[in-house]
């Protein structure tokens, strides 16, 4: 018994000997170990590297940076849209609820409304909130929403819209507004620095810099030279948000980019703001925009012509304001309005800015000598645009056909010969979210895998030629050279670009 209870105090000793260790380790080795931890010795740099009186010109840069983009801010909005798109089912079994294991695995085929959201840009133009924006941005939807730079929503209402210049005007009621000034963007040149600002991806007052890379390429017939191109970066949700110069005045409303990513590689466009402001006078005084047109059929002078030659007149439009003045076939346009002109596309862009009935002077050459004509620019007829093939040209010779050939294949597509294109219907335009204004041919499937084109985008022009249809689509693509480069007006999404294809 006596053994057993020195056992038992034995036990008990070496018990209180380990706890006491225990906690001896605790409160000094332990605590000794985080307060060395806590007490490391350390020194921060109070010096800059660079002197700031050795960067005076850049810290100014940055001063006037700053107070450039915090006067353009305010008067740049961010556009969210929306629209309900019914659709209907047709079982009564929902996939989605079935492997979530939802206890609602059955409805009826009842017609369920499913709301898609959009994200733009926007610019304010009016004391009275006018707001500009493109047509692709808010076309055919049920509600338009814009953020002001505080943070406020307002309801805004569309006033009007072009879905050839792809421009909208929107309204919204608020006092107070900050307004953006229209620049002059003949005298932008390349090489000024441009900011652009808008809601890429849905982050709003986005600010990137940049300069204009061109403008007005006199050698492009594709539609290149009909906008500003800039470095600056610009991805969707920039859509309709304004680029600016160093004054904070819009010279131009973004609108596409060329890539292969879907995002900024560089290659921006913006609709001239000389244009803009056309369109948009049009729009608030008549509630669309009313063209004004020459009525010629043209062409620009060959490889060989100093850009100063003009545009070579083909034929006239009967009863046309070129006809009233007594033009002929085989002038060439030297000057439209006061305006040099290189190109046909410049031409176009001379008269769309005139005034209604107003009388214009156009200087030509004709059998080497200059000759002074006027006339009084009308409005463009509502059908003009489906008289621009020339009547005196004789139709293009019929393509031979082989048994083995489909009597709708081109003989040649060269660098889209990897393209399979079909139809454009209004569910798949509705499934993919397309504004309502896109017209073209969708891409079915793409063999080459270094194509910029993807399956779903819809090629709504080829070399600036509107495509309507399959045939359409097929007839101009049998007609290209196929060692020339090919250049596609794209619309993917809600996000119209241009697709450069170059020949292998």
């Given amino acids: 018994m006596k053994n057993l209870l020195k056992f038992l105090l034995f036990v008990l000793l070496v018990s209180a000997g380990i706890s006491a260790l225990y906690d ?10 985080l307060a060395q931890t806590t007490a490391d010795k350390y020194t921060l740099t109070t010096t800059a590297t660079v002197d700031p009186k050795e960067v005076v010109g850049l810290e100014n840069l940055n001063r006037e940076r700053r107070v450039l983009v915090s006067g353009i801010l305010p008067a740049v909005v961010s556009i969210k849209t929306s629209k309900k798109v019914v659709t209907r089912r047709t079982y009564g079994l929902d996939p989605s609820e079935f492997y979530n294991r939802n206890p609602r695995r059955f409805r009826n085929p009842n017609e369920e409304a499913m709301v898609q959201n959009s994200l733009g840009s926007g610019v304010i133009v009016s004391a009275e909130g006018h707001i500009v924006t493109n047509n692709h941005v808010v076309d055919q939807v049920d509600e338009i929403e814009v953020q002001l730079s505080d943070g406020k929503t307002k309801k805004a209402r569309l006033v009007g819209a072009d879905s050839v210049v792809d421009l909208a005007v929107l309204k919204i009621e608020e006092p107070g507004l900050k307004s953006l000034k229209f620049g002059d963007s003949d005298s932008v040149q390349a090489g000024d620095f441009v900011l652009a600002i808008g809601n890429p991806f849905g982050f709003e007052e986005t600010v990137t810099d940049g300069i204009i890379s061109s403008k007005g390429r006199p050698n492009r017939a594709d539609g290149f030279g009909d906008y500003i191109q800039t470095n600056a970066a610009i991805n969707p949700g920039n859509s309709g948000g304004p680029l600016v110069n160093l004054r904070g005045e819009i010279i131009g409303i973004n609108t596409a980019i060329i890539s292969r990513s879907g995002g900024s590689q560089g290659l921006g466009f913006a609709i001239p703001s000389n244009s803009v402001r056309t369109a948009l006078e049009s729009l ?90 006027t006339t009084t620019i009308k409005e463009q007829p509502v059908d003009y645009k489906t008289t621009r093939i020339n009547p005196r040209e004789s139709p293009p010779p019929t393509r031979r056909q082989t048994p083995a050939e489909p009597e709708d294949q081109p003989d040649e597509a060269g660098v889209l010969a990897s393209i399979e294109v079909g139809e454009l219907t209004q569910e798949m335009a509705r499934r993919l979210d397309l504004p309502n204004s896109v017209r073209g041919v969708m891409v079915t499937k793409v063999t080459d895998d270094e194509s910029e084109l993807r399956t779903g985008d819809v090629i709504e022009e080829v070399n600036q030629q509107p495509i309507n249809s399959v045939a359409e689509y097929k007839r101009i693509v049998s007609s290209l050279d196929p060692n020339e480069t090919q250049v596609l007006s794209v619309c993917r999404h809600r996000t119209r670009s241009f697709v450069v294809l170059r020949p292998k």
Avoid at 24 to 33: A, C, D
Avoid at 352 to 372: C, D, H, S, T, W
């Fill in 24 to 33: 001896y380790r605790l409160k000094h080795g332990g605590l000794k170990f």
């Fill in 284 to 373: 608030l005084k008549h509630g669309r925009i009313m063209r004004g047109y020459l009525g010629i059929f043209s062409r620009n002078l060959g490889p060989g012509a100093k850009e100063t030659e003009g545009v070579l007149v083909d034929d006239i439009v009967p009863d046309s304001p070129a006809d009233e003045a007594q033009m002929s076939k085989g002038d060439v346009i030297r000057k439209f309005n006061g305006h040099d002109v290189r190109t046909f596309n410049e031409l176009k862009t001379f008269v769309a800015q005139v005034e209604l009935n107003k009388k214009v002077e156009i200087e030509v050459m004709r059998n080497g000598k200059p000759l002074k004509l």
